[in-house]
């Protein structure tokens, strides 16, 4: 990280912080500050896609480790969120479980299945890899429906997972379950930080960029791709536990194919292989969403024809659009353009 003129590193551990000035700290403060306030002066609407905004960023981090750092393209990353949204749901729904029990037995769950379909990534990448990930999703899907006992998933109807309890106090309101999904958001945040920093984040970069030569360097890059597919799958159990005890209810719908999509998508608009990015495509996207909202009844009402379909025709051209925009003219998404800015502004005037 490039650091303001006049501003030294003096010791090993002021280079290895990730914030390393008093500017930084007080954004860093005043951000969380903004973050953890927001339910006393935003409303119930606002609250939701803070909310969907949360969840996602937990599951695109898990993505952005295993795609974006490692270099293993996934197309199904909504069926390890299955997983881990059915695990959960079972675990709380049939066995009594706590919410807080549940939760981590869906991510280390989610992992696993993750890591039997990373098998194939030791043989294959590329166009078929993606295949392979792909095939995930509908296998983990038919299982959930038709393949596991009725009673444990509750085939196609799905299960009903009850909401979380701290303390005795069950979260039944938005802003309580808003403080639960943000906590963990941040948490997923700094771990994700971390690992990108530890020999284990180097290692994945180095087979991203090229597996023969990190193999050469005495990588195990067997054992790192496997290590990638169960991170990432880590984080998407825990994103879907969250997701079903928002919603109350564990079901394949709430989980959609295009939804692994959207996430590669948010990876590309936010900047694949950087931890802002992955923060700033989910955020731009979700944003992207409320906009629909807001535009679908003006366009039904200047273009009645057309009008029923426009939320839905809408979501799909501008989602599309932006990826397409993105790909042609800046590759390297948000957090590279966000970086330009700031480099800008530390240093000008003498920019040149």
């Known amino acids: 990280m490039s ?27 005043a951000f969380l500050a903004f973050l953890f306030t927001c339910p006393l002066y935003v409303g119930n609407t606002w609250l939701t896609i803070m909310i969907m905004i949360g969840i996602s960023v937990i599951s695109v ?14 197309m199904g990353h909504a069926a390890f969120m299955v997983v881990g949204g059915y ?39 590329g166009f078929y890899l993606i295949m392979a990930t792909i095939s995930a999703y509908f ?41 639960l999904v943000m906590i963990i958001a941040c948490l997923a945040t700094v771990v994700t930080i971390n690992i990108v920093r530890s020999k284990v984040g180097r290692a994945f970069i180095a087979i991203r960029d090229n597996d023969l030569a990190a193999e050469v360097m ?27 005890h928002y919603y109350g209810w564990a079901s394949i719908e ?10 590669l998508g948010m990876l590309i608009v936010g900047g694949m292989g950087s931890t802002t990015g992955a923060i700033l495509g989910v955020v731009a996207f ?44 800046e590759p390297r998404g948000l957090a590279h353009a966000w970086g330009l800015i700031k480099s800008y502004f530390r240093l000008w005037p003498f920019s040149h």
């Not at 981090?61 to 996934?74: D, F, M, P, R």
């Not at 196609?156 to 309580?176: N, Q």
């Not at 989980?255 to 959207?262: A, E, Q």
């Open 139 to 179: 296998i983990i899907s038919w299982l959930f429906h038709f393949g596991l006992p009725v009673d444990l998933t509750g085939g196609v109807f799905g299960r009903a997972a009850p909401k979380p309890e701290i303390f005795g106090i069950v979260l039944h309101s938005r802003a309580s379950y808003y403080y």
């Open 61 to 74: 981090h898990g993505l952005n480790i295993l795609t974006g750092y490692c270099g293993q393209i996934s």
């Open 254 to 263: 709430a989980f959609p194919f295009i939804d692994s999509v959207w996430y």
């Open 87 to 125: 695990t959960s749901a079972i675990l709380c729904g049939k066995f009594g479980f706590s919410f807080w029990a549940a939760m981590p037995c869906a991510a280390l769950t989610a992992g696993l299945v993750g890591l039997i379909f990373g098998l194939p990534s030791l043989r294959i990448k």
């Open 218 to 244: 005495g990588i195990n890059i067997w054992a790192y791709k496997l290590l990638a597919f169960f991170i990432g799958c880590v984080f998407a159990g825990v994103a879907g536990s969250l997701l079903v």
């Open 286 to 329: 979700r944003l992207l969403d409320y906009l629909i909202i807001i535009l679908a009844p003006i366009i039904a009402r200047y273009f009645p024809a057309i009008g029923p379909q426009a939320a839905a025709s809408l979501s799909l051209i501008l989602r599309g659009l932006v990826i397409i925009i993105f790909l042609i003219f």
């Open 3 to 29: 650091l303001a003129s006049g501003t030294f590193n003096q010791s090993y551990g002021q280079d290895m912080a990730i914030l390393r000035t008093k500017n930084q700290w007080v954004i860093l403060l």
